[in-house]
């Protein structure tokens, strides 16, 4: 999907009799809920969080009779977009987020979760007891451009000349099969994304010699659709409490494990 930018014919209401609402306007605060609705992911529908995602959204939007369009970025030029708001919001980012980009607002209720961690290759690497114990092997690693979480793991525990940042989980792993690194950081769902492609499906990718963290991902949304935020927690909480997006995530990892 090419990159989408915000619809024509947004506008702030307001009204000689909504002068508050005016003045909300011209402070930056959000507006009516939007003609239509354009969330930005790094996950691409061939992928299992990108599926996932998908899943989720279209239902939870559909609820709440919002015209939905999903665009697909790179990781830092969806940052990027999101935070200059030519789109109008982020699938999944960590609760922190929101910290250094002030123009988000986050959804109070977490879409779904992840485990971020180091991959190997090598069935002789041994699963390391912590993270911190990296720092005593001689392991070289790499990490995905963009995800905070392991960049700054991996930049504490290794020097510069042993950590590469990458454009793509593939291409992390392809690192690692060619021995130029031994770990590649990323999240659980994306290495099962990996593991069906051609070129992976003779080695197992998805062993972890050592977990940095589970979190939830929360929504973001340009802080001028800070209205819409909590209407979609509680869809999103709705939908948990109906088994909805445990059901969606057994759906896609059993279709994963077809390909």
Not at 89 to 111: I, T
Not at 166 to 175: I, P
Request: proline residues 5%.
């Amino acid at each position: 999907m090419t990159n989408a930018s915000v619809p024509a014919g947004r506008h702030w209401r307001a009204t000689v009799l909504g002068l508050a609402a005016g003045l909300a306007c011209v402070a930056g605060v959000a507006s009516a809920t939007p003609a239509r609705f354009v969330i930005g992911t790094s996950q691409g529908d061939d992928t299992v969080a990108g599926r996932l995602q998908r899943r989720i959204y279209v239902e939870a939007f559909r609820r709440m009779d919002v015209p939905l369009e999903i665009a697909v970025f790179p990781l830092q030029r969806l940052s990027i977009s999101t935070d200059e708001g030519s789109i109008d919001g982020d699938v999944a980012r960590v609760q922190g987020y929101g910290a250094s980009h002030p123009q988000l607002v986050r959804v109070e209720e977490p879409v779904y979760e992840v485990t971020w961690a180091l991959f190997a290759l090598n069935p002789a690497l041994e699963a390391l007891p912590e993270l911190g114990a990296l720092s005593a092997t001689r392991w070289r690693g790499s990490y995905l451009r963009g995800v905070g979480v392991c960049e700054r793991a991996l930049k504490a525990l290794l020097p510069p000349e042993r950590l590469q940042d990458v454009t793509s989980d593939a291409q992390g792993f392809t690192m690692m099969r060619l021995g130029r690194t031994e770990v590649h950081c990323t999240a659980d769902l994306s290495a099962l994304t990996l593991q069906t492609q051609p070129e992976f499906r003779d080695v197992v990718i998805t062993r972890r010699v050592v977990d940095i963290g589970t979190f939830p991902l929360y929504p973001y949304v340009h802080k001028r659709n800070a209205e819409l935020a909590p209407r979609l927690a509680a869809t999103l909480r709705q939908m948990k409490a109906e088994g909805l997006v445990d059901r969606y995530r057994a759906e896609v990892l059993r279709d994963n494990e077809r390909r």
